[in-house]
């Protein structure tokens, strides 16, 4: 019997799986996906849903990104969030979320919070950078998006820092397609991170999601080994968060929720939610 990685029996000197080895039909496959790794692979209608709720999400993370100056309380940009989403016909997934739930509409994440940070009064200053991170649900899909905003001028070391994050992003979007592994992505974001002597946080990761808020399969942005094959019709984001100084975070002890630098050095962060399509990928959540 010719085993998956005997050389094939065609001469072509490829492996057997790279070569003649039969496909599984569509359906087997994200069925296999299914029970193997609890990853749901959507179906067209599903697609269709959660494109829309990453266009809702994107859309509000733009108004509130124009919204955060200099003198805006985070608890303000709450309140305008809780209004597009309204206006919009959408719900935020934050608020009530995870045990104890989640008390805010959005995730407002200020210099040296990495993430999930819980708007408060406090009037953003001069120099301050800030992750403004957005989950919407719309007719029951979720789409999940976050960015970067710079209130006024901050210094190199901290614009770099967010420069560099957007890099660690884009850069592992660009390999995405099918067959694709899911360690490749973190490879690509913990060189360039490393290339510019910052760190990644391994503590929180990316995630499937469309159909729930959080769904298998966990990505990693460090160095992993996870071997799992992007296939088409996974959806996930990707989130890599970025630190000046050590990587490891802090969970505050009062709210549970506000992830913080040990060494409380800056920390930034941005995040796509992507579709692997037939050939390659789509971000879903593009700035508008
Ligand atoms: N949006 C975050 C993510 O990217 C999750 C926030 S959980 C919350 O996965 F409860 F804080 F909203
Ligand atoms: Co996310
Ligand atoms: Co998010």
Redesign the pocket.
Known sequence: MISRNDPCWCNSGKKFKKCHYPALPEKDKNKTYLTNYGIIIKSQKQIAGIKKACKTASIILDKLVKKATKGITTLELDEYAKKLHKDMDAVA??YK??NPP?PKSI?TSLNEVIC?GIPDNIPLKEGDIMNI?V?SIVDGFYG?T?RMVVIGKTTEAKQKLVDVTYECLNESIKILKPRIKIFQIGDIIEEIAQKNHFSVVDQFVG?GVGVFF?EPPQIPHNKNNLQIPLIPGMTF?I?PMINMGKKEAVIDQNDQ?TARTVDNLPSAQA?HTILITEDSYEILTQYP
């Open positions: 997934a934050p979320y995870g989640f995730c999930h991170d989950t999940d976050s995630h959080h984001t989130e929720w995040e």
